[in-house]
């Protein structure tokens, strides 16, 4: 109920709606005081009410107040059949532009008007599968939700193959899968197709139908110009839709244009105060730019709103660590959740890794990489298989054989990919880095070569800048000092992930600690008096 009260409302340009992501964590029943939810969430008038089902009739109250001064607007109680419910939705978003005295287009009388299906049981089956994908940020097992969330839509289109929602996130669920190289193949991509030619086939005047044509654009084929011309069309449709902003975000940064990005993401956020994702997004930011100090206030501000997640705890002692080389946040953070539930460790368990890795530390190595769920040994979009974890930790304990065994199934794998989309510059990279572990030098280096040529920065200010750094970390690998440092020359000038802590403690940058320019290059990255 609340979410498509919600959703009717956002579609009016005259208002300004925050989100259902940040308004959904006001839970009914816990006594709040207005004023506080209003000034948390930047509005002037908040709507509350309640909602009772009793067989087949569902109840409902609503009122509309001016936060500002407590004064209830208006008022109204609904007890309606059940399937009743979604002309009950359209009557309250209609009475409260009224109240507000806000401009309403026949458009967005229509839009508002539209039922978004006749079939409850998709509706609830399509909010199932919304919930999963949104809650991708500061999360492990993501790969099995995406997959779940692209079940459960299949299952509602099918019972309403004119439901436009769920052909909308289904489409993202399966460019999202493709994008983050957890099934980047073919068959995904036409999955994701198929979904946007639904959903415009069935409204071609839909803001949702032209956002999934945008993001499947951006996350499938990184064509930034079409992406942005979809993406104009579904704003208009959609004025109040963070996620839109979002995908702007996205592309600026993309393209290397950082402080239109971050303007973007601010601007979502002021939309969706309370959002996990768009908050990461902006942390993301943020390390790029290393600008570790608003990296850790926006953190901060996560961890306000989940307090109890640990994911988002050990991410803020993460900062420590880029900006400063020290561990001990980082460590500490891990230890009290592991002391309190080893089995809580999943969503860590890349940084406990990452830990273990930076403080040579192989018993603990080993613990981490038990936890590591299925997919936790991928790097931002980069595929790094299980294999290659188990390798690095082989190696740690000086385990040559199980580290060749490791690496060799890791490049197994690998070369399977590589094979089936020679044009996946991030595949290619991890490939490099493989070969380069297994002392396959000429094979490694004209792996990253490659890798960088298909992913240039200039394409892709992200993915390029890592798989620019895995080069600079191939090169070191085999033995190519000169090189890599070159490499690192470039890296370092332009936004990216290396970090100080990174060059001074990870054992990637073993084989060039000592030597004299690397160690300026550390220096350079080191952290500056903040002024008093």
């Known amino acids: 109920m609340q979410d498509e009260i919600l959703n009717h409302l956002a579609k009016v340009a005259d208002l300004r709606v925050i989100s259902r992501t940040s308004v959904k964590q006001y839970k009914s ?36 107040i001016d936060a500002r001064t ?3 607007l208006w008022a109204e109680h609904y007890d309606r059949e059940l399937a009743d419910v979604f002309r009950i939705q359209t009557e309250i978003a209609e009475q409260i532009v009224s109240q507000l005295q806000a401009r309403l287009s026949p458009q967005e009388k229509a839009a508002i008007e539209e039922r978004p299906t006749h079939d409850l049981a998709a509706y609830d089956l399509y909010l199932h599968a919304r919930d999963l994908v949104d809650a991708i940020a500061f999360t492990a097992g993501g790969t099995e939700n995406l997959v779940e969330a692209t079940r459960l839509l299949d299952d509602a289109a099918a019972r309403d193959p004119k439901f436009v929602l769920a052909y909308y996130h289904l489409a993202r669920a399966h460019d999202i899968i493709y994008f983050l190289g957890l099934d980047h193949t073919p068959k995904r991509l036409a999955l994701a197709e198929a979904a946007v030619q639904a959903a415009l086939r069935l409204r ?154 930076c403080e040579r530390d192989s018993a603990t190595a080993e613990r981490a990489l038990s936890t590591l769920a299925t997919d936790g040994c991928k790097d931002e979009g980069i595929p790094f298989p299980r294999s290659w974890c188990e390798g690095m930790v082989a190696r740690l304990r000086g385990d040559d054989a199980a580290a060749r065994s490791a690496f060799t199934r890791a490049r197994e794998e690998m070369e399977r990919l590589v094979h089936e989309e020679p044009a996946y510059a991030e595949a290619l990279c991890v490939l490099g880095m493989i070969d380069a572990m297994l002392a396959k030098k000429e094979e490694a280096i004209q792996e990253g070569r490659r890798a960088v040529e298909l992913l240039p920065v200039s394409k892709d200010a992200l993915n390029g800048a890592r798989v620019a750094e895995y080069l600079a970390v191939i090169y070191a690998t085999v033995g190519e000092k000169k090189r890599a440092i070159e490499q690192l020359s470039v890296i370092t000038r332009r936004p990216s992930w290396i970090s100080y802590g990174e060059l001074r403690l990870h054992p990637y940058w073993e084989p060039l600690r000592g030597d004299s320019q690397f160690d300026q290059f550390v220096a350079s990255l080191a952290p500056r008096p903040e002024k008093p």
């Open 70 to 72: 407590d004064t209830h």
């Open 204 to 357: 071609p005047d839909s803001g949702e139908a032209h956002l999934a044509q945008a993001q499947h654009y951006y996350w499938g084929y990184r064509d930034y110009d079409r992406a942005r011309s979809e993406l104009a069309i579904a704003r208009r449709a959609l004025p109040n839709e963070p996620l839109a902003l979002v995908l702007a975000g996205y592309i600026d940064r993309r393209q290397n244009r950082w402080d239109d990005s971050t303007h973007e993401l601010e601007q979502a956020l002021d939309l969706d105060p309370r959002n996990l994702f768009i908050l990461q997004q902006l942390s993301f930011n943020y390390q790029y730019l290393r600008r570790y100090k608003e990296m850790a206030a926006i953190l901060d501000r996560v961890v306000a709103i989940t307090p109890g997640d640990v994911a988002t705890r050990v991410q803020r002692a993460f900062v420590e660590f880029l900006w400063r080389g020290d561990l001990r946040p980082l460590h500490a953070s891990i230890d009290a959740v592991v002391a309190k539930d080893p089995k809580a460790a999943t969503p860590i368990s890349d940084k406990w890794l990452f830990l273990a890795l």
């Open 29 to 64: 029943g816990v006594p709040r005081k207005l004023r506080e939810v209003a000034k948390e969430l930047g509005v002037a008038h908040v709507v509350e009410g309640s909602v009772q089902r009793a067989g087949d009739r569902v109840r409902v109250t609503a009122q509309l």
